[in-house]
């Protein structure tokens, strides 16, 4: 018995011992980054060989743009989310370090290469984002550095390939539509001014105290809160754009008593409308039906009640 007991004993804290050890090993590997010592803030330019065209992000002062683009400024959100899975690529998901298999992981020259420098040129990190993994959820990077394969666990491709997709932000407006307080709508017929009044709810002040209808008032500040361009025509002036002599425009004062402007001018044949901030340098075309969203006609803010008097009377 008395040997048995031993055995067991023995037996308990062998396993303890590998218990540790390989809790141990654990959190070392967790805590070993693919690319030890990277940090965004040492970041100077973005390269990204992708399979439709190559990019190039450069970092300016304080904001991202695409060098390679005409230099407009980048997206934010997109360049975050590039530096946000670089910190997740761990070496405890390492799958292989055999060259031969390169290909079948796509991390080779059919994947998608990025390369990330410093001020000085040098080279902070390269890897080859290849193939989605086996759960469709996850991506295979090779370590250019070290030929070392991981499986992230994060579905990659639209991270660092958008194809024909511009990398440009094409942000106009970056609002919350609760923050809006005043919006004044100028155009060559009429002009229009709607108040948000202490309990929060919209009126049309000018060009006589009407109310107006609240579907139409919420879809006009969504759709300006958010405005986006479908593409940025260049910068001003640009010929044809209209925008040097507009006749249309939107003014909108925000709850903090800061001010926006945004100015209209001609229409493309495929219905976008060339737009601009006041002040602003950068020309975008908008869709149409988004700027004819922000700016409705009278007839179209009054609230049914008062559209059926008018039509009565």
């Not at 991202?64 to 910190?87: K, L, N, Q």
């Not at 040098?122 to 959820?137: E, I, M, R």
């Not at 008032?217 to 209209?242: C, F, N």
């Not at 800061?258 to 601009?276: A, Q």
Request: charged share 30%.
């Amino acid at each position: 018995m008395k040997v048995k007991s031993s055995l067991v004993v023995t037996l308990v804290v062998v396993v303890v011992v590998f218990l540790i050890l390989q809790f141990v090993s654990n959190r070392n590997q967790k805590e070993r980054p693919l690319f030890p010592g990277f940090s965004r803030e040492k970041a100077a330019k973005i390269i990204i060989d992708g399979k439709e065209k190559k990019i190039v992000l450069a970092k300016q002062g304080e904001i991202w743009i695409v060098a390679s683009e005409d230099s407009f400024p980048a997206e934010h959100g997109a360049v975050d989310r590039i530096f946000e899975e670089i910190a997740k690529f761990s070496r405890k998901d390492v799958v292989s370090k055999n060259p031969e298999k390169h290909a079948v992981y796509q991390v080779d020259s059919t994947g998608t290469a990025v390369v990330i420098e410093d001020s000085s040129g040098d080279t902070l990190v390269a890897f080859v984002v290849g193939k989605v993994g086996p759960d469709y959820q996850s991506t295979y990077v090779r370590n250019l550095l070290t030929d070392e394969v991981i499986l992230s666990p994060s579905y990659l491709p639209p991270v660092f390939e958008r194809g024909k997709r511009t990398w440009q932000d094409l942000s106009i407006c970056d609002l919350q539509p609760n923050d809006i307080k005043k919006v004044h709508i100028n155009r060559p017929s009429e002009q229009v001014t709607l108040q948000r009044d202490a309990s929060g709810s919209w009126y049309i002040s000018e060009p006589e105290s009407l109310a107006c209808d609240s579907h139409r008032i919420s879809r006009l500040l969504r759709t300006l809160a958010y405005l986006k361009g479908d593409e940025i025509a260049g910068r001003s002036p640009v010929e044809g754009s209209g925008l040097s002599q507009p006749d249309s425009s939107v003014w909108f004062e925000l709850s903090d008593g800061s001010e926006g402007k945004l100015i209209f001018g001609n229409i493309t044949d495929r219905k976008r409308i060339y737009t601009k901030s006041d002040p602003g340098d950068i020309v975008y075309l908008v869709a149409s039906y988004k700027v004819n969203a922000i700016m409705p006609k009278l007839k179209e803010l009054r609230a049914k009640e008062e559209e059926e008097q008018k039509k009565g009377s």
